[in-house]
């Protein structure tokens, strides 16, 4: 524990190992804020976040000035504008402007941030096409009601090999550690049965509670919340974030869930 994170602890007045507090948290792909019907629209992808009712939110496909399809937009801090919430963006991609253009995950939070981080994980890069360390895997330690729970958001390989994500699984494993409470939000692109996910469910409780790609028609359980032993999962779903398939959000569908600390 960090001299910063005991200071805000104190500061919160919440002893570690307090009673147990519920919180919500949810993961959502949000395709660039581009719903099914091909539209950009990032007051829709709001009204899905805000809809979630989620404390927590982990992105994935976030935009940062990164190009037209997005009108250039920092879609992280739009959304935490129009929601009311604290970000922290984790680039995958950064490069020089102008615009300084970013293209990754975010984490969106009402809770107090303590600390935050973008650590490096194996990735097969779409702009050259080379496999090795690269950044994109957010960490946020948010206070629940004073208990720190470290946060994890990820976006995992797309591709059919699965060589790859098996890397990247070993590589967040050993980031995340075996002390603390952890939640980890991510598009894992692949379904809870995949083997290289299978590591993964040694060290963390899976939450996939059914299909979430494509949004408009579901059949591939590829969004998933992960938990720590200590985190009881009370309820999870996957909600429409639309009137009409048509209308959904996003290419994904969110998976929400409603957790106990403690």
């Known amino acids: 524990m960090t001299p910063l994170l005991l200071a805000l602890l104190l500061l919160a007045g919440t002893p570690v190992g307090a009673r147990p507090v519920d919180i919500t948290v949810a ?15 990032l007051a829709r992808t709001a009204a899905a ?9 982990g992105l994935q496909e976030v935009d940062v000035r990164w190009s037209a399809r997005s009108g250039f937009a920092d879609q992280a801090g739009e959304l935490g504008l129009a929601l009311g919430m604290r970000v922290h963006f984790a680039p995958v991609y950064d490069l020089p402007g102008p615009p300084r253009r970013r293209f990754g995950v975010a984490v969106l939070s009402r809770l107090p941030v303590a600390e935050v981080a973008n650590h490096e994980i194996t990735r097969w890069s779409t702009q050259d096409s080379s496999v090795g360390s690269a950044p ?3 960490e946020a330690v948010v206070l629940a009601r004073g208990r720190p729970v470290h946060v994890w958001v990820t976006h995992l390989d797309f591709r059919p090999d699965p060589a790859v994500r098996a890397r990247q699984v070993a590589d967040m494993l050993a980031t995340v550690g075996e002390r603390g409470t952890h939640v980890l939000l991510g598009d894992f692109n692949a379904e809870p049965g995949a083997p290289e996910l299978d590591p993964l469910w040694e060290r963390f409780t899976g939450v996939q509670p059914g299909p979430t790609y494509p949004a408009d028609a579901p059949d591939l359980r590829l969004d998933h919340i992960a938990v720590s032993d200590d985190v009881e999962v009370l309820g999870s779903r996957v909600p429409a974030t639309g009137s009409s398939a048509s209308a959904e959000a996003s290419d994904h569908r969110p998976v929400v869930a409603d957790l106990r600390i403690g």
């Open 136 to 138: 994109g895997f957010a």
């Open 27 to 41: 993961t959502f792909n949000i395709h660039s804020g581009v719903g099914a019907d091909g539209a950009l629209d």
């Open 49 to 57: 976040i805000r809809a979630s009712g989620a404390d927590v939110v």
